[in-house]
């Protein structure tokens, strides 16, 4: 892996400036502003009694999770999916794969028949919005178990590790960690990885966006994840360890 | 008109806190978080060449305006409107009303052949979620409009007017003025008032929610709404006079 | 405000010619054919035992409307909105404004836990439509009312009095009184008003089509708007006070 | 075949009064309000110049249909397809019938490139719907054709023929003509026949509702069909032999 | 009816080769591919306790019918109705029209609260696709109802005969049974006739796509389309007779 | 790794018997049904001049895909999609990915502008439908190129190479090929690789269904899938060598 230079001036394995703002909504059980450099999301777990039909009188509870875009998030306007009146491929593809990373940190039993959901509405894109989503929703779904928990609504601990997530990708013949929308465009292979703060694999989503990759292009890749979903499992640690900021 | 003591202490004739942030966002041509207290609403004003198909040719531009609302802006969770696959009556109404407001200030012909599209997303609700809207809307579209002459996409001055709203109301047989959610669910009467910085009318709409109110009671209203309109305009005027803070 | 001449002939306060036709339909509770000139809308109340899932076991009743115009009902064919999939802005917001009217004079308790759904069909379209919905529905309602009365499905009196309603604009500088199409569409501003038959305000809903309308116009218009309702108040009860005509 | 009572009277192969009221709206190119006894349909037929694209440029027209029930048509109100954001199957159906019928005595090289759309709506049912649908569009088609004529839109004859159509069914053994509800529910078989006025068939659509018919059965419903659709072709000539009532 | 010369070499009274093969499907309670020459159409029946909740507890079972098209199916490929977010009608009423047809010889009082579903999925269409599908859904509902009988979720017998379906038309002045595509576009009057395998009559529906047809054409279409029936009906006894081939 | 039995009596890295049916329909330019096991997918591919508006007059041609399953392909019914009036997440997501995987070894240019279609209609599902799916497509792909070349529509190659895609998961600590259904739903780690023909990576989706996954069953997994993608790839070359079976 040769040295390269970053339009940011960044190391090839180095984040964007991370920021997870909690307590950014009033409402919300949990709710968090999370920021990769320029891409802002919003993400909001809201907790209700109950949980869907097909789950009732199981003991078990539920986590789900909704993505949408704002219009005004990217470069040029986007349609809304509300008025276009069905929604795409990609949005239904990242709000499943955001609730399955969620999920694989969840212990159904000890949430009980609780329901939470999570939001994440883009406000701002600039590449990585679901690995920005995933990590700050995990931030809200801990805050939202801990809001239910001192309410009385649930005992035990739902959460059984952290979940974070982070892209990486060749760009002409380099890897690197957390693209922004400029190096997304152009990389040959682009990879999605989501990890628990115990360093397991949750998803790996690599795709060919020009020719296919090699499996030590693939290795390369997977070393810088670990290394980015790391920094990022601290971040959220401390993150937590705070006071939620408000806004 | 008695004296009254409302929960947040304001007086009768008062704005909540009122806050305008331009710049909010990196992509749209103009960008303001707009907040009315709690209510917190991000109006971006993304600007196109061209114009709708049945208005080519004409010389004349247009602009127009999508309201929503995110799941977790409310104090209980609402399902989205593209995952419903339909919008929503209200969502309609009030996406109309701010494409009417903004366009009563708009000269077609000075715009030239471009289209300004309003987004107004409303992150946090708690009451005067559209006359916030159109308060910042109304501003967004102002630094649009600089946005275009700054790259010689126009020259003249396609504002012919700047435009606010203010939400008024009956609680308890006392006119109020800028009606939070707790407030408006208590209203005898809401008054949604639309008016242009030099004091015209753009629109009125009063709603009896319990019983019908005198012609007295509205002239009371709409005296309230006069003022409450003045203060905003002094603010928008403000806003627009300083640096965009951006976020 | 100067005299002036309208194409029909009409002095300015004065309505067109208002047809009230009760018992137009066989099925329904009751129904009514409204016109308003050539504007010609089929109101129709169904009654049917029981209230929305929302609302069971409450005691109270519900009473909600649907507006909707048949393709050739005007100058120029529109296309269906059940073709289209979908429900246009203007049909929900006349939809939610008609079902408001009605129930500002409904006492829920009294209706007991009935349903009554009114439908608006505009048949033939000339300005006005909302207004002359509103108008018919009502005596509709009233039929419907006297109907559960006589199958012994309610005893006390659900109607806390009667509703109507009018449109008023300003055209070249005059106020004028119920507008056929082609005065609203030279309209300057433009004005719903509902009232009780007791001259109670239900709704004021007033738009600028051009420039701002000042206070002075709002009263005038306010003013006209109040004698026209008077006059479809008396229209109602003279209906109300024959047999139904049928067809 | 036994001699029969019918709860109205009427023999067995003898229509329900049967009214055609032509030019019953004021925008449409021709307007019927037809009625076979208390079913009651609304027919326009509006006239514009071109066709829909697949067809430019053949020097061909186009004639099409859109059948529809408002909500209060039937005894038991039904809901509305455009609410519903679907239409259903039966209205499809029906619709493509009255649009095959039609088409069935146009010639499309003498209709020029004109398009002609017949809006059938249903104001009340009783049976026989689509039977009057076809019966009345038919002549508001001959009126829309006459007033391009007027126009000088076209000049030949681009009606080749003459369309009726009426429903047929066994009732306790017995065939009778044109079921009102109450009979046609009761029907073991209904057939709708489609027929040209000089007695050529367009449609046959017989179904069993129960038993299975024999061949025996379906002639004595094809001969009871023609004798109704001849009457029907009589009762058109008349109409049209007229002046417009109007309303 | 003067002797013709079909491009397959078939008599004008002859079926092409159809064959109907069982147990296509491993999960289905019945299933046949069925073929018409070149027209290729899975049929499955899949059985479930319980019926449609309108028909809870009335002691009756249900049968009901869906029909769709393989994109490809096609000489030019079609749009996937699923895709375009809405069932086109002609869809909708062969639906209507298979599962009509397959009710005709169901004695639901038999068949005890199970609901049977037919799908009929069409995967090579040339011509006939409805009757061929008819025919074949009869044996694979067969299939289903020895399948619940072999699981004892029933006792008695629910198929109160047997059902079959072809086309017919007149092509050239000459009438045909079992029309492939080819000979389908030119057809002048085209015919779908379905018969229970006693030669009753279940279904007719036939259309004039150019002329209007007379009485006597009717008749010899009728005659041909009893003759096609009948040999179906030998072939599904036939098939019903040997063992499920499988795949 | 320990060695283990599966239900079918296969060793660990083995696929099920893959049978690939060229030449199962008369229409489409190639098509394919393709078993994995008793995984069934029909796969068309149908091409047709000229591309999607937004890649108009660039020269290059473009390839798609739809996935969808038949209602009775499951062990337990499941709804249509069209039926249901919108496309699932699931049905998304895999259309998507098959398009992706097809268009990793097209060559944009030497297809000109041309479109191909792939449909891949699952018959019958038992696990790994997406892995047949792209299996199949890519010779039914490589049937339309050729079929395109006979017919003098491109001249050069717009293959690049070939492409195959497996299904790999952990059973009970066991890395398995080729899941079947009842394997599958017991994995505690799923993953698809799709790989081009010359061994490069095209997709990698590994998900962690309950634990997350270590590096080291990670690479486990890679190792299975590269050999069965080289396993399929050869019986692909080995379908595309003979003539087409046809049905």
């Excluded at 694989?104 to 509405?121: F, H, K, P, S, W």
Aim: proline fraction near 2%.
């Amino acid at each position: 892996m040769t040295s390269s230079t970053r339009d940011d001036g960044r190391a090839d394995d180095q984040l964007r400036d991370v920021r997870i703002t909690r307590g950014w909504l009033d409402h919300a059980a949990g709710s968090v502003l999370v920021e990769f450099g320029r891409t802002r999301v919003l993400c909001a777990a809201s907790a209700s009694e109950g949980v869907p039909r097909w789950r009732k009188g199981s003991g078990l509870g539920w986590v789900t999770a909704e993505y949408a875009m704002l219009p005004a998030a990217t470069n040029t306007r986007s349609d809304r999916e509300s008025v276009k009146g069905r929604i795409g491929g990609r949005t239904h593809e990242i709000s499943r794969l955001i609730g399955r990373s969620l999920r694989a940190v969840v212990d159904y039993r000890a949430l009980g028949e609780n329901t939470i959901q999570l939001d994440c509405d883009v406000l701002q894109a600039d590449g990585g919005t679901r690995t920005a989503a995933i990590t700050g929703a995990y931030v809200a779904l801990a805050d939202a178990v801990s809001h239910l928990r001192s309410t009385g609504a649930l005992t035990g601990e739902p959460l059984t590790g952290s979940v974070a997530a982070i892209s990486v990708g060749i760009i002409d013949g380099v890897p690197r960690l957390d693209l922004p929308y400029t190096e997304d465009v152009r990389a040959d292979t682009d990879m999605n990885v989501v990890m628990t703060g115990d360093g397991g694999f949750v998803e790996v989503q690599g795709t060919a966006e020009g020719a296919s990759f090699s499996r030590a292009e693939l290795d390369a890749l997977l070393a810088l994840a670990e290394k980015g979903c790391a920094d990022l499992t601290r971040l959220q640690r401390e993150a937590l360890a705070g006071e939620p900021a408000g806004r």
